[in-house]
């Protein structure tokens, strides 16, 4: 019916509407303007006889066009003027660009990232002295990232030897259960039970993310208690998610360690029922962690209060080298009957950096309910990336199935966390040999791969500009990035902008 509908005498046609003909076809057949040149390709004709399926479509599109400017209104205005034989002007089309080109008008540029930007500074700064101790990441003493032997062998046994197919939506189920045995313990009864829902995640940030999501879906009136001073992330991640935050006390500014008095209070005093972030080991940024006796005492008082524990692990094995031992907080929780959650990732204690492995777990009163809450968190996961990676995962998966590889890991998890305790030695030694007026004992104190040294945003610019030493305002020192080289170097800047406080 087109085609008869066209077999009018063709008028003239002017060279700039064959051309708005051609960009027409081209954007709604979606094909290379340079294949529109046959005659009959340049007819309105051929343009419907190519797209008789999508001829409701189109006809509904000319007839109602979208109220925003967008490239589909030049589409349609180059479709109505083949259509009509009504030439598109210039200032036409100037004016549609104008309404595209403010679209994004109103948009600002992002703050920098406090700590991604001290790398930036750090490989602008040409001096040959020049340390970053900002970056959380591990390096040897030489400076250099390091990729652990038992990663290397996993590669070896992966290459080739798996298919790269898409991975169910919760992950990889095997990776999966024995990250849950490192948290849980070997031979876990909510384990054996089947009463953990757990999935892989996109490492620790994306375990957080997910489990911010599903406390707003099924607890929307919550809010979530963060401690003072937090990972800057974690505040990203809950307001993202749209959950109110509140912050309890945590660090001590004047001795450098824990305000246990000041956060008992906070958890008394918060709403029952109130969900809490906690660090399970490793705090960080100040590397300060309470002992076993008063994780007991907060438990208790969780107990009585009724709150909900989610755990952050990043640094499981890697703040003490034995993963047991820093799981100790969670194995309280739950010898105390908690149902709590759990972020584990493996960035930090197997150098999986850049592969975004982690699992997000949450302990359910039976398994009837696990296998409703995963399917909510797979639900959650779905249309944010769909299904996790499969490469990281599978290097996991094959380190801790193998015996073998497996103490491998463990030693070599050992020998970072011995690295950086040995490190925070020497800093320490080294400050206290110049004749350092305060006191240098809480960088022995803090476990981890940060120390918080105390030092003011003042003394940092002082270490930045006169020393070429790079950390976080915040005075967080990456105790990874300090080595036998450089250690009496950051000890004697250290000392320089400190001693007249």
């Not at 529109?36 to 509904?60: C, I």
């Not at 749209?242 to 000041?262: C, I, M, W």
């Not at 692990?313 to 031992?325: T, V």
Request: proline share 5%.
């Amino acid at each position: 019916m087109f085609r008869f509908a066209f077999k009018k005498k063709k008028k003239k046609c002017t060279k700039e509407n064959k051309s708005i003909k051609r960009i027409a076809l081209s954007l709604y057949l979606r094909i290379p303007i340079s294949s529109v040149s046959h005659p009959h390709q340049n007819s309105v004709g051929y343009l419907f006889h190519r797209t008789t399926h999508h001829t409701h479509s189109l006809q509904t599109d000319l007839c109602n066009p979208p109220k925003t400017p967008s490239i589909f209104n030049l589409q349609s205005m180059a479709i109505r003027a083949a259509l009509t034989r009504r030439p598109i002007t210039s200032s036409t089309l100037q004016a549609a660009s104008r309404s595209i080109s403010s679209w994004w008008k109103n948009v600002e540029p992002a703050p920098k990232d406090p700590i991604l930007g001290v790398t930036e500074a750090f490989l602008a700064d040409t001096s040959p002295h020049k340390v970053n101790v900002g970056v959380g990441a591990y390096r040897d003493d030489n400076g250099k990232p390091v990729v652990l032997e038992c990663v290397r062998e996993a590669e070896r046994r992966v290459a080739g030897n798996l298919n790269m197919e898409y991975l169910p939506m919760g992950g990889c189920n095997n990776m999966v259960e024995e990250t849950l045995k490192l948290a849980y313990g070997e031979h876990s009864d909510l384990i054996k039970d089947k009463r953990i829902a757990a999935i892989q995640a996109l490492s620790g940030t994306g375990a957080c993310r997910i489990f911010a999501d599903f406390q707003k879906r099924f607890s929307p009136d919550s809010q979530i208690y963060i401690p003072v001073p937090t990972w800057s992330n974690h505040h990203n991640i809950w307001r993202d998610a749209n959950v109110p935050q509140r912050t309890f006390h945590y660090y001590h500014p004047e001795s450098k360690g824990l305000d246990f008095a000041s956060l008992m209070d906070d958890v008394k005093n918060a709403p029952n029922g109130s969900f809490f972030l906690l660090h399970a080991c490793a705090h960080n940024p100040t590397g300060v962690d309470p002992t076993v006796e008063q994780w007991k005492e907060i438990s208790y008082q969780f107990k009585v209060k009724g709150h909900f524990a989610f755990f952050d692990m990043a640094y499981q094995g890697f703040a003490s080298g034995d993963p047991e031992r820093d799981a100790k907080s969670i194995r309280i929780f739950l010898e105390d009957g908690h149902l709590i959650g759990c972020s584990q990732s493996y960035a930090k204690n197997m150098g999986l950096y850049g592969q975004r492995v982690g699992c997000l777990s949450l302990v359910c009163e039976d398994e009837k309910q696990a296998v409703a809450v995963k399917s909510q968190l797979q639900q959650l996961a779905r249309p944010m990336y769909s299904n996790p990676p499969v490469h990281g995962a599978l290097i996991v998966s094959t380190i801790l199935s193998d015996p073998d590889l497996k103490q491998l890991w463990l030693k070599e998890v050992k020998g970072m966390a011995d690295r950086i305790i040995g490190m925070r030695t020497s800093l320490r030694e080294n400050i206290e040999k110049l004749g350092s007026p305060l006191s240098w004992e809480h960088i022995t104190n803090q476990i981890g791969m940060f120390c918080y040294s105390g030092m003011t945003p003042e003394q940092v610019d002082r270490l930045t500009k006169e020393f070429h030493i790079y950390m976080t305002r915040n005075g967080r020192i990456s105790m990874a990035g300090v080595t036998s080289g450089n250690v009496e170097y950051l000890a004697k800047a250290i000392h320089e902008v400190t001693k007249a406080a």
